[in-house]
């Protein structure tokens, strides 16, 4: 059924999902496996929730995850998980820091390589800030704009996927973890 959802939301709004068929579920474990130690996470563009779903799975009972999702149909999916830890906020995912002080890890589904440059700047510096992020995409076309931004980049290809995706594992010496 979330396929099908998404897919329909894709075809009015492609620019705002970049694919035409949600994260699988190799995708989203390997997404979540990467937020371990973390107690307040934010993710970008959470879409119907699968990640999510993964996210909240390993997070521990004190932890909080804070999802940002433009698209109200998908809001309505998200806001179906039934778990205290989880905010959902239906708004622009450059907007993070109205709603969130801190955080320790954001995890992004954007498709930032279809964000014109100022708006893909202001989410790396969001990121930036956490110290630690995570990052879907489908191309390796990103990499120049993210080690501007963080010291340590790690990409990680997950064939298991429809489309194949890249995960970019990032850290920052910073640490600053305000938002």
Same mark, same amino acid.
């Not at 897919?7 to 937020?35: I, W």
């Not at 009972?61 to 179906?80: D, G, H, M, P, V």
């Not at 290809?157 to 850290?171: D, E, G, H, R, S």
């Given at each position: 059924?979330?396929?099908?959802?998404?897919?329909? =939301?894709?075809?009015?709004?492609?620019?705002q999902l970049?694919?035409?068929v949600?994260?699988?579920?190799?995708?989203?474990n390997r997404?979540?496996?990467?937020?371990?130690?973390c107690?307040? !996470? +934010?993710?970008?563009?959470?879409g119907t929730g699968?990640v999510?779903?993964?996210?909240?799975?390993r997070l521990p009972?004190s932890?909080?995850?804070?999802?940002?999702e *433009?698209?109200?149909?998908?809001? &309505?999916c998200?806001e179906? *998980?039934?778990?205290?830890r989880? #905010? !959902?906020?239906n708004d622009?995912?450059a907007?993070c820091? #109205?709603? +969130?002080d801190?955080?320790?890890? !954001?995890v992004?589904?954007?498709p930032l390589?279809?964000?014109d440059?100022r708006?893909?700047?202001a989410?790396?510096?969001?990121? &930036?800030?956490?110290?630690?992020?995570?990052?879907l =995409?489908?191309t390796?076309?990103?990499?120049?704009?993210? &080690?501007?931004h963080?010291?340590d980049?790690?990409?990680?290809?997950?064939?298991l996927?429809f489309?194949?995706?890249?995960?970019y594992?990032?850290t920052c010496?910073?640490k600053v973890?305000v938002l």
């Amino acid at each position: 059924m979330n396929n099908l959802r998404f897919a329909r =939301q894709f075809l009015l709004h492609p620019k705002q999902l970049g694919t035409l068929v949600q994260s699988g579920r190799m995708l989203a474990n390997r997404m979540a496996d990467e937020v371990e130690g973390c107690v307040q !996470v +934010v993710e970008l563009g959470a879409g119907t929730g699968p990640v999510t779903r993964e996210i909240l799975r390993r997070l521990p009972e004190s932890a909080s995850l804070t999802c940002f999702e *433009i698209n109200r149909e998908f809001c &309505r999916c998200l806001e179906s *998980i039934d778990d205290p830890r989880l #905010r !959902v906020v239906n708004d622009d995912a450059a907007k993070c820091e #109205r709603y +969130v002080d801190r955080a320790d890890c !954001v995890v992004s589904g954007l498709p930032l390589t279809l964000f014109d440059g100022r708006a893909r700047e202001a989410i790396l510096a969001i990121a &930036r800030r956490s110290g630690r992020f995570i990052q879907l =995409q489908y191309t390796t076309a990103l990499s120049r704009d993210i &080690r501007r931004h963080f010291s340590d980049v790690r990409l990680k290809f997950v064939p298991l996927n429809f489309p194949p995706a890249f995960l970019y594992i990032c850290t920052c010496s910073c640490k600053v973890h305000v938002l």
